[in-house]
């Protein structure tokens, strides 16, 4: 077997590896107490196979994809291309569900806060960053319950993993959001409105959870519903390289790439899964990552932590590093949160890191802390939901599960 055959083989031991951990920390099932299943989150052909299942015709499925995603109706009596018998046929058997809102904050900076709470009593947090010149924004999305990537800055890492989002709470954030900002019908062929993007920055690593990541991302995207473009979306990992390869094939949305640091030494420390998949074997996934191009560029995370990453010499290594990519950096003030040990960098240690960025030709936008009264800036989001003893959802089985060979 070739070297290149052998690496390929590897990463496909990985992968399957990482989806058989990930599986373990799935939510509990779709169907309520009450024997009603949630349409929320099925695929077509999982909507098809239900409707067969209750006798009703394929092309049942295309008028209730309609009412759901791009009506975005709860109720069945509103489904006026639906008879009324069939209205309630489909009303004992099934529900539109929605996740419920715990809480709501406002920041004065207009940002909003959602703690939505799920059927199993858990809970997560959605963030919408309203654009300040365009009338228009970004909703954040959790991808997870808490997350298994202690990364020493962040928040939501001091909680440990509870469990993964399914399908329908992860799609079920980004309708919340548009129920609450009145955004129904989905716009056809317009420009979508105030949710206009997505970004899988919350809580949790979606690469961690890929499987209910790539269902919920392709219902999203599907032309005859939400209708938002993969341009519209952006994944931000911190470095699951097995994994990156896949969701650029089979989603084709823009990455985000966690880096923070430029040298083993310090990231193995900060990021701790860099001990697993380093900055060289990160940069090479950068590098093949499909779809990458000048006009999608992939954006390389960097949050400016004083003394600590912050220096002209890591500016250099880190110019050197994303040399010859389509790349720009995205330099994030360090958000403190309640017990954190970091300070923010100075401001003219982000402003001369900045400057050798922008000199080597990539744009290095500042970027300016949202909602930080509300503890919804980036890593400070984090629940008060645990992990409840052994048991279903995987109970304390860690994740990842063995230590990686090189620790
Ligand atoms: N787990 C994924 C996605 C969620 S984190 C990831 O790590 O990429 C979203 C971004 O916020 C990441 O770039 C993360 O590193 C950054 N972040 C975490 N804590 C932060 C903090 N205290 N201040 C500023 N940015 C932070
Ligand atoms: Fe998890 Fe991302 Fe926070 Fe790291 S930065 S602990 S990967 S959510």
Redesign the pocket.
């Known amino acids: 077997m070739t070297a290149l055959a052998k690496t390929a083989e590897l990463t496909e031991a990985e992968r399957t590896r990482i989806l058989a951990k990930s599986a373990l920390f799935n939510p509990p099932s779709l169907v309520l107490p009450d024997g009603r299943r949630d349409l929320v989150g099925l695929s077509r052909a999982e909507l098809a196979a239900e409707m067969a299942a209750i006798g009703e015709a394929p092309f049942r499925v295309k008028q209730l994809w309609h009412w759901i995603y791009h009506q975005g109706v709860v109720d069945f009596t509103r489904m006026s291309s639906i008879a009324r018998p069939l209205q309630a046929k489909l009303a004992e058997r099934f529900v539109i569900g929605r996740p419920s809102v715990a809480t709501v904050q406002t920041s004065v900076d207009d940002t909003r806060k959602w703690l939505f709470q799920f059927r199993d009593g858990q809970q997560a947090e959605t963030v919408y960053i309203p654009d300040p010149e365009l009338d228009r924004g970004a909703l954040c999305i959790s991808s997870q319950v808490g997350?298994t990537?202690s990364?020493t800055?962040?928040?939501?890492?001091t909680q440990k993993l509870v469990r993964n989002l399914g399908t329908p709470e992860i799609v079920g954030q980004f309708m919340a959001a548009r129920d609450a900002y009145g955004e129904w019908p989905s716009p056809k062929g317009e420009t979508p409105r105030l949710l206009s993007t997505i970004v899988?920055?919350?809580?949790?690593?979606?690469l961690y959870n890929y499987e209910n990541v790539a269902a919920a991302m392709k219902i999203v995207m599907d032309n005859e519903g939400i209708a938002l473009s993969r341009r519209r979306i952006t994944l931000?990992?911190?470095g699951v390289v097995p994994m990156m390869d896949r969701c650029g094939e089979e989603l084709g949305v823009n990455l985000?790439?966690?880096l923070?640091a430029v040298r083993d030494d310090l990231r193995d420390e900060i990021?701790p899964l860099n001990r697993k998949y380093p900055i060289a074997e990160l940069m090479a996934a950068c590098r093949r990552y499909p779809g990458a191009s000048n006009a999608r560029r992939i954006t390389f995370?960097y949050?400016m932590l004083r003394g600590i990453n912050d220096s002209e010499a890591d500016a250099h290594e880190l110019v050197r590093l994303i040399r010859g990519l389509p790349a720009k950096v995205n330099l994030?003030?360090?958000?403190?949160?309640p017990g954190?040990s970091?300070e923010p960098s100075t401001g003219n240690a982000l402003h001369r890191f900045a400057r050798i960025v922008m000199d080597a030709g990539f744009a290095s936008p500042i970027r300016t802390p949202r909602g930080q009264d509300i503890l919804a800036?980036?890593?400070?989001l984090k629940t008060e939901s645990e992990r409840k003893g052994r048991g279903r959802a995987g109970g304390n089985v860690p994740f990842p599960p063995d230590p990686p060979s090189r620790l």
Do not use: D, K, R
């Not at 800055?153 to 890492?157: D, L």
């Not at 994030?332 to 949160?337: A, L, S, T, V």
């Open positions: 997350c990537l990364c800055f962040c928040h939501t890492g899988l920055m919350g809580m949790g690593e979606p931000s990992t911190s985000a790439v966690s923070h990021v995370e949050v994030i003030p360090f958000n403190p949160w954190s970091y800036a980036c890593g400070q």
